[in-house]
């Protein structure tokens, strides 16, 4: 059982930056898959970014890349979403995942792939 617990997020004007981390109950470099996902009004969650914390390797969604950075701390279990140059596009609610996948399954940034899931935090940006 892994307990995941969110922290971060708001509102900001477009351009700015947020910082959205998730806690976790257990030793996160074991091997664990950590995403964070995101949920369109009235649409399943899609993927954002994905790490697997005992290699450090990462994935993004192609509407993020070079704007968000997913980083862990394994000293506070910690894994980190930094979101820059936000758009009104990225309003949505974010979603940490976790789970002990295969870098594989892991990078497929696929919701079903995941057990174990932070409460959610709501993201605004306005223009």
């Known amino acids: 059982q892994v307990k995941l617990v969110q922290s971060g997020g708001g509102s900001v004007q477009a351009g700015g930056s947020l910082r959205l981390s998730c806690a976790a109950s257990?030793?996160?470099?074991?091997?664990?898959?950590m995403a964070w996902f995101r949920r369109p009004p009235e649409k399943e969650r899609e993927g954002v970014a994905a790490?697997?914390?005992?290699?450090?390797?990462?994935a993004y969604t192609d509407s993020v890349k070079g704007r968000f950075t997913i980083s862990q701390d394994n000293a506070k279990n910690t894994v980190d979403l930094q979101m820059n140059s936000l758009k009104p596009e990225d309003t949505r609610m974010y979603y940490c995942?976790?789970?002990?996948?295969?870098?594989?399954?892991?990078?497929?940034?696929?919701?079903?792939?995941?057990?174990?899931w932070g409460q959610g935090t709501q993201v605004t940006v306005s223009s």
């Open positions: 790490i697997y914390t005992a290699s450090n390797m990462t």
């Open positions: 257990l030793h996160i470099s074991s091997g664990l898959c």
């Open positions: 995942a976790a789970d002990f996948l295969s870098t594989d399954d892991c990078f497929a940034l696929v919701a079903s792939n995941f057990d174990y």
